[in-house]
């Protein structure tokens, strides 16, 4: 590619190797990097930084009240289209994008749907799709977030469409980020093109600190948790 | 609690000695009316702060040498200011090469107190039998608050003033816009933060404003005298030594 | 002075006096403290966490070479393509050639820091690209042709009513109630069009996590996570010290950023990004190329009393508690990083000469330390600025003769009582001829804006000598 940058780059390193030498650090030149495992290090840290969780999934959803989350509970598979459906009638006209995956394909034939399905199986989402639909990785109590990565359905799935409905189990519920990046690790979702926690519809507060919604990415996000 | 040393050797700031002397004697009269030995030794002259904050490290230098000369052989060194009282504790380290006088600074540093961290830490006094009956709002000065961690004592002197109403005051711990030299480099500012200081003096409604730094209180009359507010600044010290009859 | 430092100083007193300004910034920091106060309620131990943020940055710091090193084979093996740029220039022109090679004609830019730094927009539009920032504050600012106020609220000095006018004049949209919501709407839709028509977004990164190889990005609209997905070149600039060892790490400053910089307990989209589009993905670009920015960050290591300095993980809390920032707000500092951080920041890795003023611009309250979510001695390390600024000789003449006489005078108690008595005379004369607060006051510093100091009747030495003794 333009731009062979390898002087620079040593040239760069070499600054900080001499630096380190200078100030009499030459020993830690050598010494072993921290491990890479996930739950060592700072997990044994945040002991006690954070108060503890308690009741995970009373937490998330009291988390997801906050962050103007829309949770929605549901006994069985029955219910879970039956809320999706409630869901899709409230919204506008258009297209439904959703992650191709056998358990959104069959959630998709329980519902009775108005809305044109496009599946991500077939490519992008267009920019006019009103409404996705995917999968996550885990639930975050913590924070009220959703781990979701590029494996569910890809990366528009989760930010184009004004709209986003999440479809998952209450057994995803985990802890902390903590769990959920040890959890990301685990799968191999680093391996993924794209990875992250969503915490709520899109907003912005540039605007005299005051909070709107749906700045550029959803306005809503709805998750649908099935027991 | 350290047994209440005998003699005290009273550091005053080169300011308060040449511009505000009134701080001095009122320090001096409490520290005698609880009971301490107190000495001026007269060969002081700066802790070397402006020089330090101006940058001017190799003029403030020879500064702490000679606090360290005039005051190494005292037992306990008391201050009516706690930016001063810093200066030695905490930047003393900072400005001094690794070596023997650094030590010693440190050491004299240890023993080096702004008045109120010594009257209620050191001697255990927080009733020095005082006497203002006004009402008066007390500004948390950044060094003292931030850097030495007095915060209490203060608080705890005034409570036992007779007939003293203490009024809190809103963003207590916000700077008052003194700085040192930032006083004279961007007086702008400074006055700015001054006005915003004492527009939440004014909030209270206080008859007056105290404060452990004399340097604040200075800043702050001066932005009295030229915005015309009512308020009065007096130093803590200055509280404390009023006794029955004599308010102001 | 410098240049910089004359203009700073003017624009610092025009904006001290302007009491509108003071009034709308004083609303927006109202609104961050209480933001930010509840935001601590979700921390069990905030100094734990503070120690425990400052030994991962520190250990990034300390062994910064191999991080980086790791980073960048973790994150080629998934495709993306590193490129180290020593300077500003350097970084410009490796993205530009990128604009011109492959055909790009729009640019869309999540907020970035580092990307003001570089000026990286003005570069890339003389290399033929329209570039729009997609940070709804930073749009703003853009529209205003103005730099950003503030490191996270860029358009923080600006009222609704000035939005709604920009609005009108530059997009053609009129709200006349000028409400935040369909101010915001109409932002969407103008953004909305460029995202889905450009060749390229070019984000920041707010860490640059080592042992997952994967870039770290938070944003709170949505337009980081549109930029890095519809383009079909991403494009990331990142300072070196974004650096982070472990993906683990992020579970404590992902926290700790929000609750610094906005008072939230996450932003809502904290985003990783690990490489281009994989082969069985929908979407997603095609390439993804990281640069790796110095730019004078590597002069903070040649000494390890500055290191420190690296830690710093732009959370702008530093910006909010700094008491002259909140009189005179971000545009007076007149640099990309205003600010405490940024009045150390640029001196040391701009140039000292041009830069070292604004490490006077502070009455070292010492507030920005005491919040400073990785534990840096800012006040520590705006007082070393000011001693390398006094070492190199760049400050007046007059003020060096001014210390060497103080020097002189109080090394002697005699020359001090004596240098004191006659700054005393010296006022009262000038009290009685009527000159204080005039420019003929030698105390004119002082008294241009404040009433003249006391002067008392005599030093508390000499009141000594006469009364002091028992």
């Known amino acids: 590619m333009a731009g062979n940058s390898s002087g620079a780059r040593e040239r760069i390193l070499a600054r900080i190797r001499d630096a380190a030498v200078r100030s009499g650090g030459a020993d830690l030149i050598d010494t072993p990097l921290k491990p890479t495992a996930g739950l060592s290090g700072p997990a044994d840290v945040l002991a006690g930084i954070f108060p503890p969780i308690g009741d995970a999934r009373a937490r998330f959803l009291t988390e997801c009240a906050s962050n103007l ?11 879970s289209a039956a809320a999706l459906v409630t869901v899709l009638n409230s919204l506008p006209e258009g297209e439904l994008y ?15 749907i108005a809305q044109p399905v496009r599946w991500s199986s077939q490519g992008a989402p267009a920019a006019s799709t009103q409404v996705s639909l995917t999968l996550a990785h885990a639930f975050v109590a913590q924070t009220g977030s959703i781990l979701i990565s590029s494996q569910c359905g890809g990366r528009g799935a989760s930010i184009v469409a004004p709209c986003h409905i999440v479809y998952g189990t209450g057994v995803q519920v985990v802890p902390d980020i903590a769990a959920a990046l040890a959890l990301a690790q685990a799968k191999g979702l680093t391996e993924a093109s794209y990875a992250g926690l969503i915490s709520g519809s899109s907003r912005t507060a540039d605007i005299e600190k005051i909070l709107v919604q749906g700045a550029h990415g959803p306005r809503r996000l709805v998750v649908i948790i099935e027991d | 609690m350290t047994a209440m040393p005998r003699k005290v050797a ?34 002081q002259t700066c802790c070397g702060q ?129 700085g ?8 702008a500012v400074s006055a700015a933060m001054g006005d915003t200081k004492l527009a939440n003096v004014d909030s209270t409604g206080a008859e007056y404003v105290t404060s452990i730094d004399p340097s604040c209180l200075m800043h702050l009359e001066g932005v009295i005298g030229a915005t015309k507010r009512k308020v009065r600044p007096i130093y803590l010290g200055s509280i404390l030594a009023q006794q029955q009859e004599a308010a102001q | 002075m410098s240049t910089a430092s004359r203009q700073f100083v003017q624009r610092a007193a025009v904006k001290a006096a302007d009491l509108e300004h003071r009034a709308t910034i004083e609303r927006n920091i109202q609104t961050y403290d209480a933001a ?99 940070d709804l504050g930073e749009f703003i600012v853009q529209l205003r042709d103005e730099p950003p106020y503030h490191i996270v609220t860029p358009a923080m000095h600006l009222t609704r009513y000035q939005i709604r006018d920009l609005f009108r004049e530059k997009l053609g949209a009129d709200v006349p109630d000028a409400d935040p919501q369909k101010l915001v709407a109409v932002a969407r839709v103008a953004l909305r069009r460029a995202f889905f028509s450009a060749e390229m977004g070019i984000s920041g990164a707010n860490f640059l996590v080592a042992d997952a190889g994967m870039v770290a990005l938070s944003t709170n609209e949505g337009n980081g996570r549109l930029t890095t997905t519809l383009p079909r070149l991403h494009v990331v600039v990142a300072g070196i010290e974004k650096i982070v060892p472990r993906l683990a790490d992020l579970a404590l400053l992902w926290p700790v950023l929000a609750a610094a910089g906005t008072g939230q307990p996450i932003t809502t989209y904290s985003t990783l990004i690990g490489g281009p589009r994989c082969a069985d993905e929908p979407d997603g670009p095609e390439e993804l190329h990281v640069v790796l920015l ?17 830690r710093c993980i732009r959370c702008g809390a530093c910006l909010n508690m700094c008491p002259v920032y909140r009189q005179v707000g971000g545009h007076a500092y007149g640099t990309t990083y205003p600010g405490p951080i940024g009045s150390i920041f640029t001196p040391r890795t701009v140039e000292m000469r041009e830069w070292g003023h604004m490490a006077y611009a502070c009455s070292l309250c010492t507030a920005c330390k005491s919040v400073c979510p990785v534990k840096i001695d800012l006040p520590k390390q705006l007082l ?84 002091g003794r028992q």
């Open chain 2, 180 to 187: 040192g030299v930032f006083s004279v480099k961007f007086g």
């Open chain 1, 98 to 112: 959703v992650q191709d995956v056998p358990v959104l394909r069959s959630l998709i034939e329980r519902a009775t």
């Open chain 1, 69 to 79: 989350m829309e949770a929605m509970e549901t006994a069985d598979a029955a219910a």
């Open chain 3, 294 to 310: 110095d730019n004078g960050r590597t002069n903070l290591l040649t000494a390890p009393e500055t290191a420190e300095v690296l």
């Open chain 3, 384 to 467: 070393l600025v000011r001693r390398d600024f006094v070492a190199a000789g760049d400050v007046k003449p007059a003020e060096n003769v001014g210390f060497r006489g103080f020097r002189w005078v109080v090394e002697s108690a005699r020359r001090f009582a004596a240098g004191g008595w006659l700054l005393r005379k010296s006022q009262a004369v000038v009290r009685a001829l009527g000159f204080s607060r005039s420019p003929l006051d030698p105390m004119y510093v002082w008294t241009k804006y404040r009433a003249p100091m006391p002067v008392p009747r005599q030093s508390f030495r000499a009141w000594w000598r006469q009364h």
């Open chain 2, 50 to 178: 402006p020089a330090f904050n101006s940058g001017h490290w190799s003029e403030a230098r020879p500064c702490a040498e000679r606090f360290v000369r005039v005051f190494g052989d005292s037992e306990c060194v008391v201050a009516p200011s706690g930016s001063c009282v810093s200066m030695v504790r905490t930047h003393y380290p900072d400005l001094l090469p690794v070596g023997p006088l650094r030590d010693d600074a440190i050491a004299l540093g240890q023993r080096t107190y702004e008045l109120t961290e010594f009257l209620v830490r050191i001697a255990g006094v927080n009733d020095v039998g005082a006497s203002f009956p006004h009402s008066v709002t007390y500004h948390a000065s950044c060094h003292a608050t931030r850097e030495l961690g007095i915060y209490r004592e203060p608080l705890e002197l005034l409570a036992h003033v007779r007939g003293l109403e203490l009024r809190p005051l809103p963003a207590e711990g916000d700077c008052c816009g003194f």
């Open chain 2, 10 to 43: 009273l550091f005053v700031p080169c300011f308060v000695d040449q511009v505000v002397p009134q701080a001095a004697v009122d320090a001096l009269t409490v520290l005698r009316r609880i009971g301490c030995e107190v000495i001026f030794p007269a060969d």
């Open chain 3, 36 to 134: 930010v106060a509840r935001g601590r309620l979700r921390f069990a131990d905030w100094e734990a966490a503070r120690n425990a943020c400052e030994a991962i940055k520190a250990e990034a710091i300390c062994h910064l070479d191999r991080y980086l090193e790791q980073f960048e084979k973790n994150i080629t093996a998934r495709g993306a393509h590193v490129f180290w740029a020593e300077d500003a220039a350097q970084a410009d022109a490796y993205v530009a050639t990128l604009v011109k090679q492959r055909g790009v004609k729009t640019v869309v830019k999540s907020k970035s820091m580092a990307t003001e730094e570089i000026h990286l927009s003005a570069a890339l539009e003389k290399a033929g690209a329209t570039v729009w920032e997609t």
